[in-house]
């Protein structure tokens, strides 16, 4: 397994959740784009990632309240969630790009309750 994601839950609605996805083998965490989220029943989207150019992008919805992070001494990235709402509840992914291959973690559920 070279990305392995943790840190998902049952949280109540307000609480908060660290994710952490966990990079090995071939994959530094240098290589690891960011986060994405497959809601029940709809397409896998993009939640936070770095880009190509520095800088940190956040999808509108949970701008204020999730922040990534890349600790590269410990080759894990990091998504901090707080102020979760039930609308946040999916399957949470990273994802790894080493030209021209991509990578997935096996996704870690987060369940929001209200």
């Known amino acids: 397994v070279q990305l392995q994601a943790s840190g998902g839950g049952l949280v109540q609605a307000g609480g908060s959740l660290r994710l952490s996805c966990a990079a090995s083998?071939?994959?530094?965490?240098?290589?690891?784009e960011g986060w994405y989220r497959q809601a029940p029943g709809k397409q896998r989207e993009p939640v936070a990632t770095?880009?190509?150019?520095?800088?940190?992008w956040y999808t509108d919805s949970v701008k204020g309240r999730f922040t990534i992070s890349r600790d590269n001494a410990k080759n894990t990235v990091y998504l901090q969630m707080n102020w979760l709402k039930p609308e946040d509840t999916g399957v949470y992914y990273c994802?790894?790009?080493?030209?021209?291959?991509?990578?997935w973690g096996q996704g870690t559920e987060v369940t929001v309750s209200s």
């Open positions: 994802n790894a790009k080493v030209w021209p291959l991509s990578y």
């Open positions: 083998g071939t994959i530094s965490s240098r290589n690891i």
């Open positions: 770095f880009t190509s150019i520095g800088t940190i």
